[in-house]
Nanobody
Framework: QVQPVESGGGLVQAGGSLRLSCAAS????????MAWYRQAPGKQREMVAA???????NYKDSVKGRFTISRDNAENTVHLQMNSLQPEDTAVYFC????????????WGQGTQVTVSS
């Protein structure tokens, strides 16, 4: 069963940058709108950014201008470039395919932890 694998998280100071990656076996990710989500302790999972198969993007208001989602269909990967990170960006970040209102076409992976210190 296909399960996306997230990587690239870490500990950074406020104002720093990280680049997250999402990969899966085969070329299946290229068939879907893909999205990055995050879940902070005690909070609900929220969508951060999404990218269609054609490359159109959408962002949560609080990350606009700081985060950039991209995809490489040849490599079957999706990336999230995060700049000007703030402590409120601290969360576990997940990727998954988005279809309509369904956030998770695939089983959720373990995510990658992003911690931003002030």
């Amino acid at each position: 069963q296909v399960q996306p694998v997230e990587s690239g998280g870490g500990l950074v100071q406020a104002g720093g940058s990280l680049r997250l990656s999402c990969a899966a076996s085969g070329s299946i990710l290229s068939l879907y709108t893909m999205a990055w989500y995050r879940q902070a302790p005690g909070k609900q999972r929220e969508m951060v950014a999404a990218i269609t198969t054609a490359g159109s993007t959408n962002y949560k208001d609080s990350v606009k201008g700081r985060f950039t989602i991209s995809r490489d269909n040849a490599e079957n990967t999706v990336h999230l470039q995060m700049n000007s990170l703030q402590p409120e960006d601290t969360a576990v970040y997940f990727c998954n395919a988005l279809v309509g209102s369904k956030w998770s076409v695939f089983p959720w992976g373990q995510g990658t932890q992003v911690t931003v210190s002030s």
